[in-house]
């Protein structure tokens, strides 16, 4: 379990190149299934190009959830991507890990605290621009200090709160589901009593995490919309 991260320093950064290889793997599965769902459209979907437009349908509903379409619209790719791209990054290091001169290579991206505080910080500023683009740059900045001007530290403590979160829910659950399955497999490798205690629940467990997968890409696809609605529309 205690394997380490095959690090490259470039200067003063330090790169996990286990995380920079699953996170181009990552993005490139989500462009493949969406080249594949739309290179041969039809006006009665069938197959893939059906499971992308139930993704888009999804992705809708979420938004209008939050805000009105004429507002929310704009954000419909975003979601789309996010949804897709968390979803196959939590599931990567679900199937096996891939270890070579103990250096781990082969896991989920979103495992790493480091891509999903990347994340929340990346709809964190998301959510400011537009807030500021829809808005304008006095009204937007105003919303800071309403109802009462003593509110500000608050609401800045609350930007602050909800970037945290949203990032540490992601990689917790991801990560606690990986550290649970590698102890299984620790004890699958014992021996034969190992092997049969452990099948079990590692099937139950890998079938678990799954649904966790899926479950923290909807979660954090939903509460970047929420984010994104207290920021650009009047009724919130």
Do not use: C
Request: charged residues 10%.
């Amino acid at each position: 379990m205690n394997h380490e991260a095959p690090l490259l320093e470039v200067g003063f950064l330090t790169f996990n190149l286990s995380t920079v290889m699953m996170l181009l793997v990552a993005a490139i599965i989500v462009f493949l299934i969406a080249f594949i769902s739309t290179r041969s459209l039809k006006l009665k979907p069938t197959g893939m190009q059906n499971f992308m437009e139930w993704i888009m349908d999804f992705v809708k509903n979420i938004i209008k959830s939050n805000m009105d379409w004429k507002t929310g619209g704009r954000f419909h790719v975003l979601g789309i991507t996010l949804i897709m791209f968390i979803a196959v990054s939590n599931l990567l290091g679900l199937p096996f890990s891939i270890v070579y001169g103990h250096e781990l290579w082969w896991k989920s991206p979103t495992a790493d605290p480091t891509v999903t505080m990347t994340l929340a910080a990346m709809i964190l500023v998301l959510t400011h621009f537009y807030g500021v683009k829809m808005k304008g740059t006095g009204h937007y900045v105003g919303t800071f200090f309403k109802p009462m001007s003593f509110m500000f530290p608050l609401k800045l403590v609350e930007e602050f709160a909800n970037t945290l979160t949203l990032g540490l829910r992601l990689y917790g659950n991801i990560y606690a589901g990986e550290i649970l399955l590698g102890l299984l497999a620790g004890l699958a490798s014992s021996g034969a009593v190992g092997f049969i205690g452990a099948i079990v629940p590692m099937m139950a467990w890998q079938g678990f995490s799954i649904f966790i997968g899926f479950i923290q890409a909807f979660i954090f696809t939903m509460l970047t919309m929420v984010y994104m609605a207290h920021k650009v529309s009047d009724d919130h």
